[in-house]
């Protein structure tokens, strides 16, 4: 039983190191997209990653969680989008 501790205490490490550098890595992207190009550039971008969140939640782990809410603000984040996007030019 104390192997069994062991061996999970060690894949909670591994897992907490994976989330740390991938984490790091996104926030470094994030800084790098903003010098490249502007805030807004960057906080158009952004403002997708809970329907891309959704997406690959979906094709990957064939998971839904999605509510008639939370339909409405995807529509209404892809809405203000647009708007902007439109505005900009």
Known sequence: MRQLE???LGANAWTLA???LLSATA??????SIQGKNATVSGLVEMTYPLFTGLFAYLFFREVHVTPMTAL???VVVIGLVVVAAGAR
């Open 27 to 32: 926030n470094w992207c994030v800084g790098a």
């Open 73 to 75: 603000g995807g529509i």
């Open 18 to 20: 994976m989330i740390v």
């Open 6 to 8: 062991y061996r999970s």
